[in-house]
């Protein structure tokens, strides 16, 4: 009897511990769940209020138009979101009502174009390979757009970007958010997709699926038509079309875009007024792109034109006021410090023969950071014989004719107030574009530091 009264005895202790069991796993998964999601969106880097009624910024010396003209105890007043007036404080008259924030010691200058970054690239350290742990930590960043990203650029006082190849639709949908305000973040410009070949980068390099958004490999002149018709659609389609014209090293050749598809694809996108940029590694990669007519190049790699600038390309370039920008951050992380000097001798060449140079510094490869490789940039071309004013107009003003935005890269009426309060004097010395202070978008300011 006794025997027989033990054994449901025991298996209800047996059950009951499964059962606490059971329900501590469940609480367990349910609180990492919901700790999961409220993670998911308090970080997910939302935009603040719109800027409401006047702000006045006072007392800052503010670098004034296109040119950067420095203007002591400058005054900037702001309007939803705008600059309305901007002038020495006696010329500005502030309205009573205005907010007035005084940041004198401080220089007031337009906020970066980084004009080229990847937003959704895995941005590995130079020397780090991906790896599978690193994968879940991706998806649910790229789920949220990258908060920390954006909060890197905006710290940094990147306040416009372009984005030289990312998947069509999601960095689309990125660069609708940021605009609908819900979402913080700096201006994005999008070429979506990257024109190439099977075999040509980055799909053969980097092992992009051809397959996947962050492509198109026309074959035929009709196909690369069609493929730009796609992507142009106004306010909702890309901003510009960007191409990869490279042959790669003798040893590890790659496969260029024919000539004929090239061509296409230029005055295809020039039809729906998109201008068109070009990836180029060689020479002959160089005559392609010019032949075709595209409106601006991206990077100065050693296979190009390390041993000096064939005249008649250079008159070339700078005859049809061709924008550059050479991306030495990223060229940096890859060849040796004699090399790149060369190549920053060739930058310094061109902006001397009268050529434009411009800003990118291909953030979102390995070895360069968000926002920072933009600071590295200025320090390289600067280091390659422009004057700071040079440099950083190619970061601001030049950067904005570039992405043919008349609403952002100057302290001007009527453009964005996106601002950047430097401590420092960058025309003096540019590195003090990194002690960034305070950084407004559209007139919210999103970065202070004045109270550490
Ligand atoms: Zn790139």
């Not at 401590?423 to 574009?433: F, Q």
């Not at 002690?435 to 007139?443: A, P």
Request: aromatic share 4%; proline share 6%; with cysteine.
């Amino acid at each position: 009897m006794s025997h027989l009264a033990e054994r449901p005895l025991k298996k209800r202790r047996l059950m009951s511990l499964l059962g606490r069991i059971a329900l501590c796993t469940f609480g367990a998964v349910a609180i990492l769940v919901v700790a999961g999601i409220v993670f998911f969106f308090a970080t997910l880097y939302r935009a603040g209020a719109a800027q409401e009624g006047d702000l006045a910024l006072v007392g800052a010396t503010v670098l004034v138009g296109e040119g950067l003209e420095p203007h002591r105890n400058g005054t900037v007043l702001i309007r939803e979101g705008a600059i309305v007036q901007v002038g020495d404080a006696e010329d500005v008259d502030v309205p009573p009502e205005a907010t007035v924030l005084d940041v004198s010691g401080y220089t007031l200058m337009p906020g970066l174009i980084d004009l080229h970054v990847h937003l959704g690239s895995p941005a590995l350290e130079a020397d780090q390979r991906p790896g599978a742990m690193m994968f879940p930590r991706l998806v649910a960043d790229w789920m949220r757009f990258f908060p920390g990203r954006r909060r890197a650029l905006l710290e940094h006082g990147v306040t416009t970007v372009r984005s030289l190849g990312d998947e069509t639709e999601w960095v689309l949908e990125f660069r609708q958010s940021i605009r609908d305000g819900e979402l913080e973040g700096p201006n994005i410009f999008a070429a979506g997709p990257i024109f190439t070949t099977p075999g040509g980068h980055p799909v053969a390099t980097f092992g992009v699926e051809p397959d996947s958004g962050v492509v198109r490999l026309p074959s035929t002149a009709e196909a690369a038509r069609a493929a730009v018709r796609e992507l142009a659609g106004g306010d909702r389609g890309v901003d510009l079309i960007k191409v990869v014209q490279e042959r790669g090293r003798p040893e590890y050749p790659l496969e260029p875009i024919r000539l004929e598809v090239l061509r296409a694809i230029v005055s295809e996108a020039h039809r729906h007024g998109l201008p068109v940029i070009a990836h180029w590694g060689t020479l002959e990669d160089l005559e392609d792109v010019l032949d075709a007519g595209v409106d601006g190049l991206e990077h100065l790699e050693a296979r190009g034109v390390l041993g000096g600038w064939p005249p008649q390309i250079l008159d070339e370039l700078v005859g049809r006021d061709m924008p550059i920008s050479p991306t030495l951050t990223v060229m940096a992380v890859v060849i040796p410090p004699e090399i790149l000097r060369q190549l920053q001798r060739r930058v310094g060449e061109y902006r001397a023969a009268g050529g434009r140079v411009t800003v990118g510094s291909d953030a979102g490869m390995p070895g360069v950071p968000f926002g920072a490789g933009v600071h590295r940039e200025l320090e390289l071309l600067v280091g390659s014989g422009l004057t700071t004013r040079d440099a950083l107009k190619g970061a601001t003003s030049e950067a904005a004719k570039v992405l043919r935005s008349d609403r952002i890269g100057a302290i001007a009426n009527g453009r964005a107030a996106d601002l950047v309060a430097v401590a420092g004097d960058p025309l003096r010395d540019i590195t003090a574009v990194r002690s960034v202070v305070m950084v407004f978008r559209d007139g919210r300011l999103v970065v202070d530091r004045r109270r550490r």
